[in-house]
């Protein structure tokens, strides 16, 4: 039995699509040329700031644990809080920060969670490698130093494998220390419009990185 021809696939009504685009970005361009980006980053700040050093650096520490960029507290530290605290104080605050934060994620990767992640990794017919003494070294700096994983799942990464406790800890602040002062100062420079501060805190992570990579060579997995 015959169904008839087969119908034409309609077509998508172009002119009216392109207008609808049209309106639209202009629509965006006009509300974001009235608004002042300058005022709305101040009255952000003040607001952060409001909260006071406790909040914000609480927040530092427990909200990279769940994947919230470290590098929106670090760059925005020294603005907020260096001139209650001094920028050796925000520095400090920071790093006692990432220290909690550490600590935190491997409690919550080997303990808290490592049930609920060896399930579901065992639900695919995936195993999680545990590191031993001689690759914990090599396995810590690895992830740590090459560039991909985002900061927290090196942790959970790291947790999961059972790397030692103290191993972990050292190695991982070390390998952030550096990335974590050029990013302070890059901020502070910045948001104060001072170049020499800029050009400080992007030295630092440049120099950061001709570190990483000499460590690297030096610590890291040979090829086989």
């Given at each position: 039995?015959?169904?008839?021809?087969?119908r034409a696939p309609k077509k998508i009504p172009v002119l009216p699509l392109v207008a609808g685009v049209v309106v639209l970005g202009v629509l965006a361009f006009l509300v974001l040329r009235r608004l002042d980006f300058r005022a709305l980053e101040a009255q952000g700040l003040a607001l952060i700031r409001g909260a006071g050093p406790?909040?914000?650096?609480?927040a530092a520490a427990l909200l990279p644990a769940v994947g919230a960029p470290l590098s929106a507290f670090t760059i925005t530290s020294a603005e907020l809080f260096a001139?209650?605290?001094?920028?050796?104080g925000v520095i400090a605050a920071m790093l006692a920060a990432i220290l909690v934060n550490l600590a935190l994620t491997y409690w919550l990767a080997r303990y808290a969670l490592r049930p609920v992640i060896a399930r579901i990794v065992a639900r695919y017919g995936y195993s999680i490698p545990t590191a031993t003494k001689s690759t914990a070294l090599s396995v810590t700096l690895a992830l740590r130093l090459t560039p991909g994983p985002p900061?927290?799942?090196q942790s959970?990464?790291?947790?999961?494998?059972?790397?030692?406790?103290?191993?972990?800890?050292?190695g991982?602040?070390?390998?952030?220390?550096?990335?974590?002062?050029?990013?302070?100062i890059l901020g502070k420079g910045m948001f104060n419009g001072?170049?020499?501060?800029?050009?400080?805190g992007v030295g630092l992570i440049v120099v950061a990185g001709l570190i990483v990579q000499q460590v690297r060579k030096r610590y890291g997995p040979k090829p086989s």
């Amino acid at each position: 039995m015959s169904t008839g021809p087969a119908r034409a696939p309609k077509k998508i009504p172009v002119l009216p699509l392109v207008a609808g685009v049209v309106v639209l970005g202009v629509l965006a361009f006009l509300v974001l040329r009235r608004l002042d980006f300058r005022a709305l980053e101040a009255q952000g700040l003040a607001l952060i700031r409001g909260a006071g050093p406790w909040a914000f650096f609480g927040a530092a520490a427990l909200l990279p644990a769940v994947g919230a960029p470290l590098s929106a507290f670090t760059i925005t530290s020294a603005e907020l809080f260096a001139p209650t605290l001094t920028l050796p104080g925000v520095i400090a605050a920071m790093l006692a920060a990432i220290l909690v934060n550490l600590a935190l994620t491997y409690w919550l990767a080997r303990y808290a969670l490592r049930p609920v992640i060896a399930r579901i990794v065992a639900r695919y017919g995936y195993s999680i490698p545990t590191a031993t003494k001689s690759t914990a070294l090599s396995v810590t700096l690895a992830l740590r130093l090459t560039p991909g994983p985002p900061f927290f799942l090196q942790s959970y990464l790291l947790g999961m494998a059972e790397v030692p406790f103290l191993l972990y800890m050292v190695g991982s602040f070390f390998c952030q220390m550096p990335w974590a002062l050029g990013a302070i100062i890059l901020g502070k420079g910045m948001f104060n419009g001072n170049l020499k501060v800029v050009i400080t805190g992007v030295g630092l992570i440049v120099v950061a990185g001709l570190i990483v990579q000499q460590v690297r060579k030096r610590y890291g997995p040979k090829p086989s």
